[in-house]
C-alpha cells in the first residue's frame, strides 16, 4: 500500500518535471517587438497572430499553476483552467492600457484558477 503510493507521488513528480518544468515544453515568449506585431495583426483580424501570443505565452500559465499545484489530479485541470485564463486574457487585452500582455495575462489566468 505505502510502495503505490510512493509510485504514485513520483509519477506525479515527473509528469511536473517534465511537463511543466521542461526546459523545451513551451515556445520562448515573443519580444516586445513581435508581441506588438502579433497584438496589431490580430487586431486586424488574423488568427495566426491570436495563436501565436497564445502559444507563446503558456509558458507564463506553467508558471502561474506551479504556485497553486497541490497533487498530481488537479495539475491538468490547473492548466486547463490556466489556458482559459490565457485565451480570454488575449481576447480581452487592449494594449492602448499601456500594461504588458504577460502582466494583464497573469491577473486572469490566475482568477481562473483561484475562482
Known amino acids: 500500500m505505502?510502495?503505490?503510493?510512493?509510485?504514485?507521488?513520483?509519477?506525479?513528480?515527473?509528469?511536473l518535471m517534465l511537463h511543466v518544468t521542461g526546459g523545451n515544453s513551451f515556445p520562448k515568449a515573443l519580444s516586445s517587438a513581435q508581441e506588438k506585431r502579433?497584438?496589431?495583426?490580430?487586431?486586424?483580424?488574423?488568427?495566426?497572430?491570436r495563436q501565436d501570443l497564445i502559444e507563446h505565452n503558456l509558458?507564463?500559465?506553467a508558471h502561474i499553476?506551479?504556485?497553486?499545484?497541490?497533487?498530481?489530479?488537479?495539475q491538468e485541470?490547473?492548466?486547463?483552467i490556466g489556458t482559459i485564463g490565457?485565451?480570454?486574457?488575449v481576447d480581452t487585452f487592449d494594449a492602448s492600457k499601456?500594461?504588458?500582455?504577460s502582466s494583464y495575462a497573469s491577473k486572469c489566468i490566475e482568477n481562473g484558477i483561484i475562482t
Not at 485541470?77 to 486547463?80: G, R, T
Open 38 to 49: 502579433c497584438l496589431m495583426e490580430m487586431s486586424q483580424g488574423s488568427a495566426a497572430a
Open 2 to 15: 505505502f510502495f503505490l503510493h510512493l509510485l504514485d507521488v513520483f509519477s506525479h513528480m515527473i509528469y
Open 59 to 61: 509558458r507564463l500559465v
Open 65 to 74: 499553476v506551479k504556485k497553486y499545484y497541490v497533487s498530481g489530479n488537479d
Open 98 to 101: 499601456g500594461i504588458r500582455l
Open 86 to 89: 490565457l485565451i480570454k486574457a
Open 77 to 80: 485541470d490547473l492548466i486547463s
